[in-house]
């Protein structure tokens, strides 16, 4: 038995296929053509399709407006038989994951009423969410109660598996029957038919498991394949079964199989076999009566093509397909086979067997109408590779598809509890054709999706767009709805006319030729006005534009007379460099005269109630509406116009985000309906498109990132290390991403006096016990560590007035020496990426070694690998922890020795890459060690491996050179895919047509499967955060962070903390920053049984052993769109905390919850909302473009734009919606005493972006205070394997003088030109964003600065010949500092400037 019962417990793992899909369908093609008109009279003459199908609209008389989830109704399922007579009456309560079965289980019902003589059938069914809602979920409680059996199906979301379990367990033993089919374990142990049950579920081997093995071996079948061959083979288990046994297992696997099967017929034969054999009142009525013989399931095979249209159900092979469509359907249909483009598309099979197929109907129609061929195709399990496989390739070998549509909105292989991406991926790049993955709506209603801000439904989007998109699915496009009272899907009539268009265009870019193909490159300007066209993160645009002109020339595509150097290009679109976006100096490509405009944009209109009518003063002439840019042949470089805010700086203070200028909206009509792009490039991180007002994911009609792409091919260059907004341009403005590698981070080293105080540090080295001459250098180091500003970052550095060395003894001359060491050890070791990178330049060597020195101080435990800087210490008796913590308390002793580390494990890893350099400083090609002769005969004669040589020579002779080994040979893996070059193949690829293989984006010292980049960048699993090891190292980072916090404030705990996550960030740490504000609230994530994280639970105080801080989260918009299950998680868990009855001295989550529930005369519970962003569809605080574009009043302002755009809750009460709950983040924050923020990449630090300091409340907080007091300013820095948390204004100087201030740095940066002016300022602007926002700049750094730029006569002409109008806007940025009290200068200084601003003017003007 404990065999058969694993087998059954195996086979239900087959079953996804029952209720994970829905639909759309429109008979509305936009270009009339002969094929459209045919295909539409061949399905409305078709039996396959009734008139009333074709004209259902999409209604929901049930749903509520509010933008709330599942307001449907589960009394629309409910089936009471009308005359049952003296008939004993069956109750059924069912509960399945989406609607398709309703229909088939109310007909089943209907049809035994009506003609059963042994029973009657009271039928009600539930949807899984609709169980959130207290009224339907007491309902259901009371209908389990006196229910004879339940059935579930697909119960996979946890906190509802656990609602559903809570019911039914208490009720198993009094219910006649539980019928569970694939679900998650602890639903499938609910199982109980006769004798047969799940209880040990998945714990016994048994000749099941032999039996797939074999399977697996003879036919490489996947495991659901090999299950649905096991179903067929089930007689042959059973009969070794006890007969009794064997009768129960038979009705559970024969219940399975009608389940499968899906039609009235089928459910009608479930119910009527688990009725007379299980339900205590039908057996007692049957006695001496004959039992109803079941018909046999009727089952479609497992996998087939489908046509809604053709004379068989189902074809088996391709050819056999072929043969109807192709000469029989095409004609009919005014398809020319011969020259149409075919689409493949793949269907769930229980929509074919409930015939819930209508918006699978529609798609196709519109396909065909388009005079595409199409092959439907579907699999009885959630494995679509088979059927892939199978059906989509020729006799040849060849693929005879040119795109593929997925309608299930599945990962290809798997469902929503298992998937093998790497599979998936494997048989898509085969295939390699476009591959799009649209998603039914299954939580929710039509109206509920179109009323909500969000749009789909979170739990939806992690499991069908999320994950497909790790397969290298692109555009979730929402193509159907389900309609309220019938639970049938119903086509989204507009959405799948993008759909078949959209499909189509990526069709023509597999079969046009190359020289006949437009495409549209899009750069960015940003902010505008300044100098700042060809805008990109650490990406040299116009460069890399010569690179993809050069390639496109190379492949066959007509570049017209394109020049061949950066500078003219530049020069052609620009028309002088100079430009200001503003002027007519940018080259105009086109004039859009307004009734050509009105005419050729549909929702022009609607941009009026922001913009008033066309043309508006953005991107106009006063007349027409222009399009900046040049046309080369059939390539076409376009500037994308700003978002607007300068035009008026007070839509920054709005809530909500404003539409697209009329500007914007021209060039995107432009690009798809004038020049008529088969493609548009977007062409770096980022631009403003996937940023437009809109739903956050699942666009509709009125979303502007929809209306503007509309039906136009997107391909994103957007940079490796931003997975969260490249998938925010994945998602919302339907663009496939080719990810392209940030400059190569490097040691930031020293300059002027800190390049001198370490030169002081090494001669005090050798000199220490002279006391001559030792107390003498260390006067000069402190005299010297004063002149370079360190005072306020080394605790206790001595006065200059008063201290003389020679009057302390040698162990206090060590430690105010090791103090200074530890400091500037700390600049000079700062990874810095220098310059910019230019697309299709791989790494030099010197640069990979820069990267894999960082990628081997890492210790990666999960893959058994120490990191370089461990096994060296460990060779001299020391744990490198040890060794940072001693570095960081400026022990002499520790940061030598740390400092000797660092340059061991940097000529160890030169070592290694030394081998494969070619003789112009290039890694060509990896020579693998051990491949090599030398190598070989080394190791016979007891040679050393090369790096622990190097090692070795540098000072650690004991070094163990077999623990060496695993990480050499994984950066021997990394080095070939640093020096890797995919990024143009990967752009020509999207561009001709093909699917790029997919890969996760982030930091690549943190996770090298970055790399190679050029692939299409994904985000994670939301699910998968936080990671065990994630919430180990926040445990470790709170736990630090408060005892410094408490040590600060003698021994008392902060009571609140605010912080901000970002969407980045924690895909780079898998949650690091999620788990620590967990941590603080004293909570923890916890895995379901599928190893989802989707619950929390409250840490005992005695475990806890301190008190609960409160805590106040201001996540980013991209956060909010990426991660709102989490932002469930950290609700659920904080009211968890506020509702737990503890002391308030314990607790102060609860403690300020109940003084602001009385504040607001609302419940603890509402009180206690703690998560905040912006609306949905909105992005930032605007602080940061306030500042940038210098249209802010002061400071009050920007605080009120912060607190107007940020106080958003999201309540895990009401999932469908960010409330504005201004108020509520205002009396949140009052409490605060601490703001906190998370620094995790050296590539992107607190003034490269401005996103940082536009998210920080330091200053908000102060002003909201009761008593004025500024909290402190927190900054955790995981960059290094050396994690500490310092000051915001330890931060802030640490990164000026790294970067600004910085000779390598500045001077990298000018190497590029152009864009190394503009990057300087940038850097500039934002330092001052952190004096307005935190007032966390010392004096020294402007001052600094203006030295470095401005008093240096031949840096300032640099500067002025490069880029004017960046060297304009840096004057104006140290004028302002200094007019807003951020700067105290000279009054020489500031008339120097003021000169110099004229002089630029000047300049600009021609004057």
């Given at each position: 038995m404990a065999s058969f019962k694993l087998a059954a417990a195996a086979l239900l793992t087959v079953g996804?296929?029952?209720?994970?899909?829905?639909?759309?369908?429109?008979?509305?093609?936009?270009?009339?053509?002969?094929?459209?008109?045919?295909?539409?009279?061949?399905?409305?003459?078709?039996?396959?399709?009734?008139?009333?199908?074709?004209n259902m609209v999409v209604s929901d008389p049930t749903a509520q407006k509010g933008g709330m989830f599942t307001a449907s109704n589960a009394e629309n399922r409910r089936i009471v038989p009308e005359n049952p007579g003296d008939r004993p009456t069956m109750k059924i309560v069912y509960v399945v994951l989406e609607s398709q079965y309703q229909s088939s289980m109310t007909a089943a019902a209907k049809r035994i009423n009506a003609g059963s003589d042994n029973m009657a059938v009271e039928c009600v069914g539930y949807l899984l969410e609709e169980l959130r809602n207290e009224e339907a979920f007491e309902s259901f409680k009371k209908d389990v109660a006196d229910a004879n059996v339940f059935i579930g199906s697909?119960?996979?979301?946890?906190?509802?598996?656990?609602?559903?379990?809570?019911?039914?367990?208490?009720?198993?033993?009094?219910?006649?029957?539980?019928?569970?089919?694939?679900?998650?374990?602890?639903?499938?142990?609910l199982n109980k038919v006769g004798s047969f049950t799940m209880k040990n579920l998945g714990q016994s081997k048994s000749v099941v498991a032999d039996f797939m093995k074999k399977k697996k071996q003879d036919d490489g079948s996947s495991f659901e394949e090999g299950m649905l061959k096991l179903l067929r083979t089930l007689p042959k288990v059973l009969k070794f079964l006890p007969s009794d046994k064997a009768a129960d297992a038979r009705t559970f696997m024969m219940s399975f199989q009608y389940w499968l099967g899906g039609s009235p017929e089928n459910l009608e034969s479930l119910l009527l076999m688990v009725g007379q054999d299980y339900v205590g009142p039908v057996?007692?009525?049957?006695?001496?009566?004959?039992?109803v013989v079941m018909e046999e399931p009727v089952l479609l095979p497992d996998k087939a093509i489908w046509h809604p249209v053709a004379p068989d159900i189902v074809f088996e092979n391709n050819e056999s397909y072929f043969n109807w469509y192709n000469t029989e359907h095409c004609p009919d249909a005014g398809i020319d086979p011969k020259t149409a483009p075919t689409i493949g598309i793949i269907l769930q099979k229980s929509h074919i067997n409930t015939k819930d197929d209508t918006h699978y109907v529609s798609l196709i129609s519109e396909l065909e109408s388009r005079g595409a061929r199409v092959v439907p195709i579907y699999s009885g399990g959630l494995d679509f590779s088979g059927p892939v496989e199978e059906y989509y390739y020729g006799a040849n070998g060849k693929s005879i598809v040119d795109t593929v549509i997925n309608l299930t909105g599945f990962a290809l292989?798997?469902?929503?509890?298992?998937?093998?991406?790497?599979?998936?991926?494997?048989?898509?790049?085969?295939?390699?054709?476009?591959?799009?993955c649209a998603v039914p709506l299954v939580f929710q209603s039509f109206e509920e999706w179109q009323s909500s801000e969000l749009g789909l439904h979170p739990i939806q989007v992690a499991l069908q767009v999320s994950l497909p998109e790790i397969d290298g699915a692109i555009e979730p496009i929402i193509y159907a709805g389900r309609e309220g009272a019938t639970g049938r899907s119903v086509p989204l009539a507009d959405r799948v006319n993008l759909l078949a268009d959209r499909a189509m265009k990526w069709s023509n870019l597999r079969v046009k030729e190359n020289k006949e193909k437009k495409i549209a490159v899009t750069i960015f300007s940003f902010p505008p006005d300044k100098g700042n066209v060809g805008t990109a993160a650490y990406l040299d645009v116009f460069d890399s534009i010569k690179a993809v002109l050069k390639q496109l020339k190379k492949e066959g595509y007509d570049v017209g007379d394109a020049p061949d150097s950066k500078e003219a290009i530049m020069e052609s679109v620009l028309n002088d460099p100079e430009a200001r976006i503003n002027s007519p100096e940018l080259n105009v490509a086109y004039r859009m005269n307004t009734e050509e405009y009105y005419e050729l944009t549909p929702y022009a209109k609607d941009l009026e109630e922001n913009w008033g009518p066309a043309p508006g003063n953005l991107n106009s002439d006063g007349q027409n509406l222009v399009v900046y840019g040049k046309q080369f042949g059939n390539i076409f470089i376009g500037v994308q116009p700003s978002f607007g805010y300068e035009g008026d700086p007070m839509r920054l203070l709005f809530a909500k985000s404003a539409s697209p200028h009329h500007g914007f909206a021209a060039y995107y009509t432009y690009l798809e309906k004038i020049f008529e792009a088969d493609a548009v490039l977007h062409f770096g991180t980022h631009g403003s498109l996937e940023f437009m007002p809109g739903k956050q994911v699942g666009m509709s009609g009125q979303c502007y990132p929809d209306r503007l792409?509309?039906?136009?091919?997107?391909?994103?260059?957007?940079?490796?290390?931003?997975?969260?907004?490249?998938?925010?341009?994945?998602?919302?403005?339907?663009?496939?991403?080719?990810?392209?590698?940030?400059?190569?981070?490097e040691n930031a080293g020293l300059y002027k006096g800190l390049k001198e105080l370490k030169e002081l540090i090494s001669s005090y080295q050798g000199l220490r016990e002279n006391e001559a001459r030792g107390p003498a250098i260390?006067?000069?180091?402190?005299?010297?560590?004063?002149?370079?500003?360190?005072?306020?970052?080394?605790?206790?550095?001595?006065s200059l007035d008063t201290f003389d060395a020679k009057t302390e003894t040698v162990e206090r001359r060590d430690d105010i020496t090791g103090k200074v060491y530890a400091q500037i050890m700390q600049i000079e070791s700062r990874l810095l990426p220098c310059g910019l990178h230019t697309v299709g330049v791989p790494p030099t060597a010197e640069e990979a070694i820069a990267t894999l020195v960082n990628i081997a101080q890492l210790d990666r435990p999960e893959d058994g690998i120490e990191g370089i800087p461990r096994v060296i210490a460990a060779s001299v008796g020391r744990d490198i922890n040890e060794v940072y913590r001693g570095n960081n308390q400026g022990i002499l002793t520790d940061v030598e020795l740390n400092e000797k580390v660092v340059q061991a494990s940097r000529a160890a890893v030169r070592a290694l890459v030394d081998q494969s350099t070619d003789s112009n400083g290039r890694v060509k090609e990896v020579k693998n060690f051990f491949d090599e002769a030398g190598g070989f005969f080394g190791g016979l004669i007891g040679a050393k491996k090369p790096w622990t040589q190097a090692i070795i020579d540098a000072g650690f002779p004991d070094v163990n050179e077999e623990r060496l080994a695993p990480v050499f040979g994984y950066i021997e893996f990394c080095l070939k895919q640093v020096v890797a070059n995919n990024e143009l193949p990967g752009i020509m690829e999207l561009l001709n047509g093909q699917f790029l293989m997919p890969a996760p984006g982030g930091d690549p010292i943190r996770n090298p499967d970055v790399l190679p980049t050029g692939r299409n960048m994904h985000a994670l699993d939301p699910s998968s955060i936080p990671t065990q090891a994630a919430v180990e190292v926040a445990e470790d980072v709170v736990r630090k962070l408060i005892e410094k916090l408490a040590d600060e404030n003698d021994g008392k705990y902060p009571e609140s903390i605010a912080f901000t996550l970002w969407g980045t960030d924690n895909i780079k740490t898998y949650g690091e920053s999620l788990a620590q504000v967990l941590a603080l609230v004293g909570v923890r994530p916890v895995s379901d049984s599928l190893g989802r994280v989707n619950k929390v639970e409250l840490i005992p105080l005695e475990t806890l052993g301190r008190p609960r801080i409160d805590v106040v989260v201001s996540c980013s918009g991209v956060f909010r769109d990426l991660f709102?299950?989490?932002?469930?998680?950290?609700?659920?868990?904080?009211?968890?905390?506020?509702?737990?009855?503890?002391?308030?001295?314990?607790?102060?989550?609860?403690?300020?919850?109940?003084?602001?529930?009385?504040?607001?005369?609302?419940?603890?519970?509402?009180?206690?909302?703690?998560?905040?962003?912006?609306?949905?569809?909105?992005?930032?605080?605007?602080?940061?473009?306030?500042?940038?574009?210098?249209?802010?009043?002061?400071?009050?302002?920007?605080?009120e734009q912060f607190l107007t755009r940020k106080g958003f809750a999201f309540n895990a009460d009401k999932p469908g919606m960010m409330e504005q709950q201004a108020d509520l983040f205002k009396s949140a924050l009052k409490t605060v005493d601490v703001t906190f923020q998370n620094l995790d990449s050296s590539e992107i630090s607190i003034t490269d972006v401005s996103h940082y300091y536009d998210s920080d409340p330091t200053k908000v907080v102060q002003g909201l205070r009761d008593d004025k007091k500024k909290p402190m300013?927190?900054?955790?820095?995981?960059?290094?394997?050396?994690?500490?948390?310092?000051?915001?204004?330890?931060t802030v100087r640490l990164d000026a003088r790294t970067k600004l201030l910085n000779p390598k740095f500045y001077e990298g940066m000018l190497s590029t030109g152009y864009e190394g002016v503009r990057e300087i300022q940038k850097r500039l602007r934002n330092t001052m964003g952190w004096s307005a926002t935190a007032g966390e700049v010392d004096n020294f750094v402007f001052e600094d600065a203006n030295s470095v730029f401005i008093d240096d006569p031949e840096m300032q002409q640099r500067l002025l010949d490069t880029n004017p109008n960046a060297f304009r806007d840096m004057v104006t940025t140290f004028l302002e500092a200094n007019g807003r009290g951020y700067w105290e200068t000279s009054e020489e200084n500031i008339e120097r400037l003021q000169e110099l601003y004229a002089e630029v003017e000047d300049r600009i003007e021609g004057v």
């Open positions: 996804f296929s029952t209720a994970w899909q829905t639909t759309r369908t429109s008979f509305a093609p936009r270009t009339i053509q002969q094929s459209a008109i045919q295909t539409n009279a061949l399905y409305r003459n078709s039996n396959a399709v009734s008139r009333s199908t074709l697909l119960i996979f979301v946890q906190e509802l598996a656990e609602k559903v379990t809570e019911v039914v367990e208490p009720l198993r033993d009094q219910l006649d029957a539980v019928l569970v089919f694939p679900s998650m374990p602890e639903v499938m142990r057996k007692e009525s049957m006695q001496g009566k004959e039992k292989v798997g469902g929503p509890a298992s998937q093998d991406h790497k599979k998936a991926a494997k048989v898509l790049k085969k295939l390699n054709v476009p591959y799009m792409i509309n039906s136009l091919p997107s391909a994103y260059l957007y940079a490796a290390n931003n997975p969260s907004e490249a998938t925010i341009a994945k998602r919302r403005s339907y663009s496939a991403t080719v990810s392209y590698l940030t400059p190569p981070a260390v006067n000069s180091i402190v005299s010297t560590a004063w002149t370079c500003n360190l005072d306020k970052d080394i605790e206790d550095l001595p709102i299950n989490q932002m469930n998680l950290m609700d659920r868990g904080i009211k968890m905390a506020a509702e737990a009855d503890e002391p308030l001295d314990q607790n102060f989550v609860r403690a300020h919850a109940i003084e602001q529930a009385e504040e607001l005369s609302v419940s603890i519970r509402e009180a206690a909302c703690r998560v905040f962003s912006n609306s949905a569809g909105s992005y930032s605080a605007n602080v940061g473009l306030a500042i940038e574009n210098g249209g802010w009043e002061d400071e009050s302002q920007l605080q300013s927190l900054m955790a820095d995981t960059t290094t394997a050396n994690a500490q948390v310092r000051t915001l204004g330890e």
